[in-house]
């Protein structure tokens, strides 16, 4: 079962606006990773955020992470036609490699 | 550095038929996992292996196997097909040290059609 629920399922935007991503978990994590799927491709890793961070930025990503609300979000900044893909995020309760992911964000970036 | 390497690609099997697919992790990775995706039910970790040894199991019945060699390349085999197999089976490889964290490499997946 999916511990993740991603907010919103779909998301169209125009190139040029920023993108934001929500995802919710239910227990506690060790960390939560982000990643990009192309067309039923394979996952491309985003950014990995620990418990005891609050924000990670990467190039024109940047994640949040409240443990508190057990929540996250990603923040494309200045889209682009090219991250047009669907977005999921994923759970890492004991850094052991047993990712629970979310059912995941279809972002299309419109030209 | 070369990517993951899943083969084959795409697949289409019979009910009842058994499958193997295959995963070559990215050099030096010892952690290889996978993971089913369906339009119902998602992305689902199936089970890890590190180290020759499997770590972590995901909830899916003893139909679904799998093993990992010395060299780290892994396998996973699937008996008895049914329909509901029908999915993307995607292996990824990561470095693993007990209690850290760390981003895990996908395969472009196997696309397995049951019939």
């Known amino acids: 079962s999916q511990q993740g629920e991603e907010d919103p399922q779909a998301l169209s935007i125009q190139e040029g606006e920023n993108a934001t991503m929500n995802c919710s978990y239910k227990?506690?994590?060790?960390?939560l990773q982000w990643y990009r799927q192309n067309s039923g491709r394979g996952l491309v890793h985003l950014i990995l955020?620990?418990?005891?961070?609050r924000e990670k930025h990467s190039g024109r990503l940047r994640v949040t992470l409240d443990t508190s609300k057990k929540s996250s979000s990603l923040l494309i900044t200045a889209s682009r036609a090219a991250d047009t893909a669907s977005y999921f995020c994923?759970?890492?309760?004991?850094?052991?490699?047993?990712?629970?992911f979310g059912g995941g964000t279809r972002l299309m970036v419109k030209p | 550095k070369a990517g993951v390497t899943q083969t084959p690609r795409y697949l289409i099997k019979t009910r009842g038929q058994q499958v193997t697919l295959s995963c070559s992790p990215i050099?030096?990775?010892?952690?290889v996992s996978w993971y089913q995706q369906t339009p119902g039910q998602g992305l689902q970790f199936l089970f890890e292996?590190?180290?020759?040894?499997?770590?972590n199991k995901g909830n899916f019945p003893g139909r679904f196997s799998g093993r990992q060699f010395s060299n780290s390349r892994s396998e996973m085999n699937v008996s008895t097909l049914e329909l509901g197999d029908s999915a993307l089976y995607l292996c990824?490889?990561?470095?693993?040290?007990?209690?850290?964290?760390?981003?895990?490499?996908f395969g472009p997946g196997t696309r397995l059609t049951v019939t």
């Open positions: 994923a759970t890492d309760f004991n850094a052991g490699n047993m990712l629970t």
């Open positions: 292996y590190f180290s020759e040894t499997q770590r």
């Open positions: 955020i620990r418990s005891n961070e």
């Open positions: 227990t506690s994590i060790n960390n």
């Open positions: 050099s030096g990775h010892r952690s």
């Open positions: 990824a490889s990561s470095l693993r040290t007990a209690g850290a964290s760390y981003e895990q490499y």
